[in-house]
């Protein structure tokens, strides 16, 4: 009985400890990483996106620089359509300090054909009021005259004249009235399309 509690004891000792001993499980395999070619790919994903942000910023920079000039060469043809020129006393001849004004006018007037032009004729205060609007208006027509010489459609110039009405400076004085006997440019059509030539 005895030898057979022993043998029973021994026996339970021994699955006992063959179900608790023996070598751990290994453990889970660690998560693959990125293999070399998957992570270059990624790298030159990041690139080529890094590169046409680059590009579309870049364009859109010279894009604004380009619109930027544009509208600046706009002002300039501009102020140069409503320079005014000047005439010399009881003349309403084209002066060369004039021809050289309305020369630039022109080049622009033919990179424009949508625009118009009234042109004013003024004179100083010297005179009676019916002389001094006869020689602005001759004044607006010699400008006219000058301008269409290069081919560019009379009907694209409107003449009026203001005679000594619209003084441009008041005043006694050479000075004054030199300011005064001028022709003057209004644009009347086309302001929003002037191309300011070669």
């Known amino acids: 009985m005895i030898v057979r509690r022993f043998v029973v004891a021994v ?46 910023a870049e364009r859109l920079a010279a894009e604004r620089a380009a619109e930027a000039e544009r509208q600046r060469l706009m002002r300039e043809a501009r ?29 622009i007037l033919r990179a424009s054909p949508t625009v118009q032009i009234r042109v004013e004729g003024h004179a100083d205060d010297r005179g009676s009021t019916e002389y001094n609007l006869a020689l602005g208006n001759r004044r607006a027509e010699a400008i006219r005259q000058f301008i269409t010489g290069f081919g560019l459609a009379e009907n694209r110039f409107e003449i009026v004249s203001f005679g000594e009405g619209r003084p441009l400076q008041q005043g006694s004085t050479e000075a004054d009235w030199a300011r005064n006997r001028r022709g003057q440019f209004v644009i009347t059509a086309g302001a929003n399309a002037i191309n300011p030539g070669n």
């Open 79 to 107: 102020t140069t359509l409503e320079e005014m020129v000047f005439f010399d006393y009881d003349m309403s001849e084209i002066r060369e300090d004039a021809a050289a004004r309305l020369r630039a006018k022109v080049a």
């Open 11 to 56: 026996f339970a000792a021994t699955l006992l400890v063959g179900a608790c001993g023996g070598d751990p499980p290994p453990p889970p395999p660690p998560p693959a990483g990125p293999d070399m070619d998957s992570l270059r790919a990624y790298n030159d994903s990041v690139a080529r996106a890094e590169a046409a942000r680059r590009a579309d």
